[in-house]
């Protein structure tokens, strides 16, 4: 197999796993995908780790608004009784 095919078959299905002997021996793998990050991948990736993290936040806020919410419903059930 030359290079420009096992660059096709890896555009296609993403990775390539090479046997030798019947066992698996090397994945080739794009190299956006293979882990190798540049400078750039590593801001984007905090910069979406601090916006999931004001999410969570805003999240966690809006479940206690709403649990007590619910309290003041309860104790407004209560005082009709």
Known sequence: MNFEELKKL???????V???DNKPELVVLP????????????VEDQQEQQEIEKLNSEI????EELAQREREIEGYGDEQA
């Open 10 to 16: 890896v555009r296609q299905f993403g990775s390539v």
């Open 18 to 20: 090479l046997f030798n």
């Open 60 to 63: 966690l806020a809006l479940r």
């Open 31 to 42: 190299y956006e995908k293979a882990g190798v990050g540049s400078e750039t991948e590593e």
